[in-house]
Structures are given as structure tokens and as C-alpha cells.
């Protein structure tokens, strides 16, 4: 069975792009504490749309659904989940929100995970939420023509216990040992569960709750308030293509993570920016500033189409009301022009 020891990595030479990416992660990581004591309040909100764009995204990536109107009243507890998907969706909220306000009480071993998984599958009642595989499973790839066929085989089932807890304990000791940066770190880890598959189900999201989970650990909480899972949602097709990259030649130790640690690092860095740019968004609000010199604002940056439920979003110190009566009052006077109607409507700049 393959062995685990992240020393090799910590002894590779990594290309100026990967050096350049952690550099300025490190950067924004050193602005993100000021940030976050400048403007508390406004941030709450920001981390409420995090938590359901999280949720959504990571849950569309499965395959695992709902509408955005369920979605919205299933998190404020207006309603309950009416099938299986929406009881996954509500999983995957109550072990985000688990690491959200608990992060650094939550160990990385064996145990642990399985309580995340048991979690995650509770709502939905899964026999086997909590456990490791007892079937050996696969991982495929859909073609064009519709055939279906194995990418790559992970651990055994009989492995997987002794596999996790060697993941486990090398990522613990690499840590410790402080030889090679946590953000080239995190990626390797994951990279590596992902190739043991330790789970008849719920392996992908699993593997995104973790890659929050070390991330806050490590104090790179851009997570809580822009969601990571979402920019993956948005690059899903690089996503699979950089860990197919990643996983040739595991079991013989001769893989190379390095497209994962790439789009993974370069997944980090929009968020930040993402974060920071709504934070300026936040302190350019000045005393005299109406909700409709912040949207215009808004509008100003943007290039192409927009929707209503983008500009909410990006205008986080305003409610919903306000922003969708400034984009009214933008329309009326020709600054923007909406096309299509209602949730297939957008906006667009009249000197588009």
C-alpha cells in the first residue's frame, strides 16, 4: 500500500507561478484580519451568503439539487426538506456551520472524519454515513459518446482504515515539521483522500468541507466569507481535469499533485480577491453615500452581463429591496438596460 510522506514535496523545486500564488495568498491572508475588524457587521452578511453558495455549489457538483427559493427557505428553517436531495443539502449546511464555529477543536484523524461523513449523511439517513467503504468503488469518466469508463481505482475497502490513518498522521507530522508551506500542504492532502476514496459516498463533498477545514485551521478563512466552493463549481471541468492530472502513477508514489496544488491555489487567490473587492466596496460607502451611488458603483466595474442576484450579492452593506430599487432606478434613467425576464433577466451597461 502506498506510503505517505509529504518530505518530498517539501525538498521539490516549485515553478515561479506556484512560488508567485502562495506569495500573494500570504499577502492577502495579512490584510484579511484588518479587514475583518474594520467592518464586522457588514461581514455577517457576507458570511450568510457564503453558507448558502457553499452549500448550493458544492451540492450542484454531485449532481444533488434544489431551487434557489427552497434553498433560500430551507436555511432559514421556513420550511423542511421534502426528498433526499434537499435532506444532503442540509447536511452538508449543519458540517459547514460544524466548522465554521468549531474548527480548531476538530483534530485531523480517522475519527473525526468519520464524524464529519456520519453528519453529513445523517439527514438523509444513509446506513453507512460515518463508515469507510465496504465495497470497492471507482472512479469514472463520462465520454462524449456516452460510454462510461474507469479513470482510477482507489484503496481497497480492507485498506482504507490503515490508509486514512497514514494520511492522516503524515499530514500531522508535515505540520509540525514546518518544512513545507500549509497552502501546498492542504491541496497534497486532498489530492491524496480524494485518490483513497475512503467513502461508499460523499467523497467530493467531503473532501471540499476539509480543504475548509485546513484552511481555517491554518488561518486562511477567506472560506467563511467568499465560498471556495462555488469558484470550483464555476472551473468544475478544470477541477476534474487537474486531479486526473494528478492521480497517474499514485500507487507507485510517482504521481505529481502539482496541477491540483495549482488550480487549488489559484481557486484561493479569487477568492481573496473577490473578498477584498466587496470589503472596498464596503469602505468607499461613505456617510453620505445612498444605496444607489453604491450600486452604480457596482455597475461602473462591471463588463458584460449581470443579474439582480449578483449585484445583491456584491453589495452586501444593502438589503435586497434597496439594491433591486437602485437597478430600477438605473434602468429608468438609461445607465443600465435589463434584458430577458423574470429569473432569466440580466442587466447590462448601456455602453456595453
Same mark, same amino acid.
Given at each position: 500500500?502506498?506510503?505517505?510522506?509529504?518530505?518530498?514535496?517539501?525538498?521539490?523545486?516549485?515553478?515561479?507561478?506556484?512560488?508567485?500564488?502562495?506569495?500573494?495568498?500570504?499577502?492577502?491572508?495579512?490584510?484579511?484580519?484588518?479587514?475583518?475588524?474594520?467592518?464586522?457587521?457588514?461581514?455577517?452578511?457576507?458570511?450568510?451568503?457564503?453558507?448558502?453558495?457553499?452549500?448550493?455549489?458544492?451540492?450542484?457538483?454531485?449532481?444533488?439539487?434544489?431551487?434557489?427559493?427552497?434553498?433560500?427557505?430551507?436555511?432559514?428553517?421556513?420550511?423542511?426538506?421534502?426528498?433526499?436531495?434537499?435532506?444532503?443539502?442540509?447536511?452538508?449546511?449543519?458540517?459547514?456551520?460544524?466548522?465554521?464555529?468549531?474548527?480548531?477543536?476538530?483534530?485531523?484523524?480517522?475519527?473525526?472524519?468519520?464524524?464529519?461523513?456520519?453528519?453529513?449523511?445523517?439527514?438523509?439517513?444513509?446506513?453507512?454515513?460515518?463508515?469507510?467503504?465496504?465495497?470497492?468503488?471507482?472512479?469514472?469518466?463520462?465520454?462524449?459518446?456516452?460510454?462510461?469508463?474507469?479513470?482510477?481505482?482507489?484503496?481497497?475497502?480492507?485498506?482504507?482504515?490503515?490508509?486514512?490513518?497514514?494520511?492522516?498522521?503524515?499530514?500531522?507530522?508535515?505540520?509540525?515539521?514546518?518544512?513545507?508551506?500549509?497552502?501546498?500542504?492542504?491541496?497534497?492532502?486532498?489530492?491524496?483522500?480524494?485518490?483513497?476514496?475512503?467513502?461508499?459516498?460523499?467523497? /467530493? +463533498?467531503? !473532501?471540499? &468541507?476539509?480543504? @475548509?477545514?485546513? *484552511?481555517?485551521?491554518? =488561518? $486562511?478563512?477567506?472560506? %467563511?466569507?467568499?465560498?471556495?466552493?462555488?469558484?470550483?463549481?464555476?472551473?468544475?471541468?478544470?477541477?476534474?481535469?487537474?486531479?486526473?492530472?494528478?492521480?497517474?502513477?499514485?500507487?507507485?508514489?510517482?504521481?505529481?499533485?502539482?496541477?491540483?496544488?495549482?488550480?487549488?491555489?489559484?481557486?484561493?487567490?479569487?477568492?481573496?480577491?473577490?473578498?477584498?473587492?466587496?470589503?472596498?466596496?464596503?469602505?468607499?460607502?461613505?456617510?453620505?453615500?445612498?444605496?444607489?451611488?453604491?450600486?452604480?458603483?457596482?455597475?461602473?466595474?462591471?463588463?458584460?452581463?449581470?443579474?439582480?442576484?449578483?449585484?445583491?450579492?456584491?453589495?452586501?452593506?444593502? /438589503? +435586497?429591496? !434597496?439594491? &433591486?430599487?437602485? @437597478?430600477?432606478? *438605473?434602468?429608468?434613467? =438609461? $445607465?443600465?438596460?435589463? %434584458?430577458?425576464?423574470?429569473?432569466?433577466?440580466?442587466?447590462?451597461?448601456?455602453?456595453?
Amino acid at each position: 500500500m502506498r506510503s505517505f510522506d509529504y518530505n518530498t514535496l517539501a525538498n521539490k523545486t516549485w515553478d515561479t507561478d506556484i512560488l508567485n500564488l502562495v506569495a500573494k495568498i500570504h499577502e492577502c491572508k495579512g490584510r484579511q484580519d484588518l479587514y475583518i475588524r474594520q467592518k464586522p457587521v457588514e461581514l455577517d452578511r457576507l458570511v450568510e451568503i457564503a453558507r448558502i453558495q457553499s452549500t448550493e455549489a458544492s451540492n450542484r457538483i454531485e449532481g444533488i439539487v434544489t431551487t434557489s427559493g427552497r434553498m433560500k427557505k430551507l436555511f432559514e428553517e421556513k420550511t423542511t426538506p421534502r426528498n433526499r436531495d434537499e435532506d444532503e443539502i442540509m447536511g452538508y449546511r449543519d458540517v459547514l456551520n460544524t466548522i465554521h464555529e468549531s474548527y480548531e477543536y476538530i483534530p485531523i484523524r480517522s475519527s473525526y472524519i468519520q464524524q464529519l461523513h456520519r453528519d453529513l449523511l445523517k439527514r438523509a439517513g444513509s446506513s453507512f454515513g460515518g463508515h469507510f467503504k465496504n465495497v470497492q468503488n471507482y472512479i469514472s469518466e463520462t465520454r462524449e459518446d456516452g460510454s462510461t469508463v474507469t479513470r482510477f481505482v482507489p484503496v481497497e475497502p480492507s485498506d482504507t482504515p490503515q490508509a486514512v490513518d497514514d494520511l492522516c498522521n503524515a499530514y500531522g507530522s508535515a505540520i509540525g515539521n514546518e518544512k513545507l508551506d500549509v497552502l501546498i500542504l492542504i491541496p497534497a492532502f486532498i489530492s491524496d483522500f480524494l485518490c483513497i476514496h475512503p467513502f461508499n459516498d460523499g467523497n /467530493g +463533498r467531503m !473532501s471540499r &468541507l476539509l480543504t @475548509l477545514l485546513l *484552511l481555517y485551521q491554518n =488561518g $486562511y478563512s477567506v472560506g %467563511k466569507y467568499i465560498s471556495i466552493e462555488k469558484q470550483i463549481e464555476k472551473t468544475k471541468d478544470r477541477y476534474y481535469d487537474v486531479l486526473k492530472e494528478s492521480d497517474q502513477g499514485w500507487y507507485e508514489e510517482a504521481n505529481d499533485p502539482t496541477p491540483f496544488i495549482r488550480y487549488m491555489l489559484q481557486v484561493i487567490l479569487a477568492c481573496y480577491t473577490e473578498f477584498e473587492e466587496r470589503v472596498g466596496m464596503m469602505s468607499e460607502t461613505g456617510a453620505g453615500s445612498t444605496s444607489y451611488d453604491i450600486v452604480k458603483r457596482y455597475v461602473e466595474g462591471k463588463i458584460g452581463r449581470f443579474t439582480g442576484a449578483e449585484a445583491i450579492v456584491s453589495c452586501p452593506s444593502l /438589503g +435586497r429591496s !434597496s439594491v &433591486l430599487s437602485a @437597478l430600477k432606478k *438605473l434602468t429608468e434613467e =438609461g $445607465y443600465i438596460i435589463r %434584458k430577458g425576464s423574470g429569473r432569466n433577466s440580466y442587466y447590462v451597461r448601456f455602453d456595453n
